[in-house]
Structure formats: structure tokens, C-alpha cells
């Protein structure tokens, strides 16, 4: 199993967000929330985004109300905050659920592949996908998109991208 076999609803337009269509690129996938007091790290992952996206690296923001209740109702007034607050220009899955029993099958194999310490406990909480789609990472929340664990672990992987085969 691996993450390529899930698709997301994206927050806006028709076309599902399908983790098959990053086959062989590592993707960091992040819970977000609108109105938490980590809702800031949306700045540093559009950076992360903007330093790596060449190299390889994709980025997928999946909004969630799962703790406090902390994002908004509409899907446009998340695209508008993300857009006008931060200037987010990676993919946002739709709202979802991605704690408990109730989360989105990517979340739930996410938290199994992960272990004990994988399921999200707040928002932006985050995961690595490597390059063959599994996962090779995660950090909770109080770790920073730009922390040094975060950006090495991207930067092994996307040197395989560029690694001779």
C-alpha cells in the first residue's frame, strides 16, 4: 500500500487532487486551520513551497475543523483567507476530517503507517511521502515548516530525484 493510491476533493474547481499524480516526487501533506494560533506556519510553508517546488517538492494544505473548531465554514472563505493572508499558491484539499475514526482514508493510513505517535493531535500537523509513496516522515505542530528536521528530510529525498538511477 502507499499514499498513491488516495485522491483528495479539492477546496476549489472539479479535478481531484490524486497523490498519483506526484508519483516519484516527495509530498508534504499538512492539516491546516484558518483560525489557530499555528495558522502563521501558512507563510512557511508557502516558502518551503517556493524554495523546493522546482527541485520536486509538493505541497497539500487539507483544512480541517477537527480541533476547536478552528476553520471556516465555505470553501471560498478558506481559499480567500489562505490567498489574501499568505498568498498560498500550493493545492488545498477540501475541508475534511483527518482525526479519529471519522478521518479521510488518506489520514487513517497516514496514522497507521506512522504509528502511535502519527495521528494528528492539532492543526498543522505534518507528513512526508517520500518518492516511492510511503511515509518517511511527520512532525506535530509545534515543529515549523522551516525547522532543520523538516527541510533535511526534504532535502534527502529530493536528492533522489536528481540521484542517477
Given at each position: 500500500?502507499?499514499?498513491?493510491?488516495?485522491?483528495?476533493?479539492?477546496?476549489?474547481?472539479?479535478?481531484?487532487?490524486?497523490?498519483?499524480?506526484?508519483?516519484?516526487?516527495?509530498?508534504?501533506?499538512?492539516?491546516t486551520a484558518?483560525?489557530?494560533?499555528?495558522?502563521?506556519?501558512?507563510?512557511?510553508?508557502?516558502?518551503?513551497?517556493?524554495?523546493?517546488?522546482?527541485?520536486?517538492?509538493?505541497?497539500?494544505?487539507?483544512?480541517?475543523?477537527?480541533?476547536?473548531?478552528?476553520?471556516?465554514?465555505?470553501?471560498?472563505?478558506?481559499?480567500?483567507?489562505?490567498?489574501?493572508?499568505?498568498g498560498v499558491?500550493?493545492?488545498?484539499?477540501?475541508?475534511?476530517?483527518?482525526?479519529g475514526d471519522?478521518?479521510?482514508?488518506?489520514?487513517?493510513?497516514?496514522?497507521?503507517?506512522?504509528?502511535?505517535?502519527?495521528?494528528?493531535?492539532?492543526?498543522?500537523?505534518?507528513?512526508?511521502?517520500?518518492?516511492?509513496?510511503?511515509?518517511?516522515?511527520?512532525?506535530?505542530?509545534?515543529?515549523?515548516?522551516?525547522?532543520?528536521?523538516?527541510?533535511?528530510?526534504?532535502?534527502?529525498?529530493?536528492?533522489?530525484?536528481?540521484?542517477?538511477?
Amino acid at each position: 500500500m502507499s499514499a498513491y493510491q488516495f485522491s483528495l476533493s479539492p477546496l476549489t474547481g472539479a479535478a481531484p487532487i490524486r497523490l498519483s499524480d506526484y508519483r516519484g516526487r516527495p509530498v508534504l501533506v499538512i492539516n491546516t486551520a484558518s483560525k489557530c494560533r499555528f495558522t502563521n506556519q501558512y507563510e512557511g510553508l508557502q516558502a518551503l513551497y517556493e524554495k523546493y517546488r522546482q527541485a520536486g517538492l509538493a505541497l497539500i494544505g487539507v483544512p480541517s475543523d477537527d480541533f476547536a473548531k478552528q476553520e471556516f465554514a465555505l470553501a471560498d472563505q478558506i481559499a480567500q483567507f489562505c490567498m489574501v493572508n499568505y498568498g498560498v499558491s500550493f493545492p488545498m484539499a477540501a475541508k475534511a476530517h483527518v482525526a479519529g475514526d471519522a478521518a479521510i482514508p488518506l489520514f487513517k493510513w497516514l496514522a497507521e503507517e506512522g504509528g502511535v505517535n502519527a495521528p494528528p493531535r492539532w492543526n498543522f500537523h505534518k507528513y512526508l511521502i517520500g518518492m516511492d509513496g510511503k511515509l518517511v516522515g511527520f512532525w506535530p505542530s509545534i515543529v515549523g515548516p522551516d525547522n532543520k528536521l523538516i527541510t533535511d528530510r526534504i532535502e534527502e529525498e529530493l536528492a533522489k530525484v536528481t540521484a542517477p538511477v
